[in-house]
């Protein structure tokens, strides 16, 4: 059984989708602490580590062979509690910094900007000793959209800042939440996002 740290209900059904259609019979629980991200981003992520480790080592408790955290801002601080629960605990953006990494240029769009130091930091670890161009921007206002859940409003800010990108050879979608802004998005440029990858790996992970 796979255990996901959300921050935000909206991802759940996302996940539970991705699953059907991609890993069928994978057992899933969800956990979503929101609270986790209001204090990531009012004290920064290592004010979370002990909340986190915390919902960690329940989700094993009660029966994950592996953790996947979807959220970007705190992901760093669930992957370093792994040794303290015991079962691998990813973070969703891993394989999409992997991905991201392997071209010279690469814009990073976020809707939190919280979210940025963290996603750039790890695109940077992906690549090694390679040196990509990163550059990331914020989506001006796609944050309170999404906290006032309009879901199609925030989506659509997202896909306008992914048209409006110039010199980028990917555009990183740094958050969960944005995945779908890549359908609406009418740009040539590869757009990745991290759910579908992210479940991918954590799926290994289990079965490994």
């Given at each position: 059984?796979?255990?996901?740290?959300?921050?935000?209900?909206?991802?759940?059904?996302?996940?539970?989708?991705?699953r059907d259609r991609d890993h069928p019979g994978l057992g899933l629980r969800h956990v979503v602490d929101e609270e986790l991200l209001v204090?990531?981003?009012a004290e920064?992520?290592?004010?979370?580590a002990g909340a986190v480790e915390a919902a960690l080592a329940k989700a094993v408790a009660q029966g994950?062979?592996?953790?996947?955290?979807?959220?970007?801002t705190v992901g760093t601080v669930a992957e370093e509690c792994a040794g303290a629960v015991g079962v691998p605990v990813l973070r969703v953006d891993r394989p999409m910094a992997a991905a991201a990494a392997a071209h010279s240029s690469v814009a990073v769009l976020a809707a939190l900007a919280s979210?940025?130091?963290p996603t750039v930091?790890?695109?940077?670890?992906?690549?090694?000793?390679?040196?990509?161009?990163?550059?990331?921007?914020?989506?001006?206002?796609a944050w309170e959209l999404f906290e006032a859940g309009d879901q199609d409003g925030y989506l659509d800010a997202v896909a306008a800042a992914v048209d409006g990108v110039r010199d980028a050879e990917v555009?990183?979608?740094a958050q969960a939440s944005m995945a779908g802004?890549?359908?609406?998005?009418?740009t040539a440029v590869p757009v990745l996002a991290s759910p579908g990858p992210g479940l991918a790996a954590a799926a290994a992970a289990v079965h490994g």
């Open positions: 059984m796979l255990a996901l740290l959300h921050t935000s209900p909206v991802h759940v059904p996302v996940f539970d989708a991705l204090r990531a981003v920064g992520p290592r004010a979370v994950a062979h592996a953790v996947l955290c979807t959220c970007s979210t940025v130091e930091a790890l695109i940077r670890q992906e690549a090694g000793e390679r040196t990509p161009r990163v550059r990331a921007h914020v989506v001006e206002g555009i990183v979608l802004a890549a359908a609406r998005a009418g």
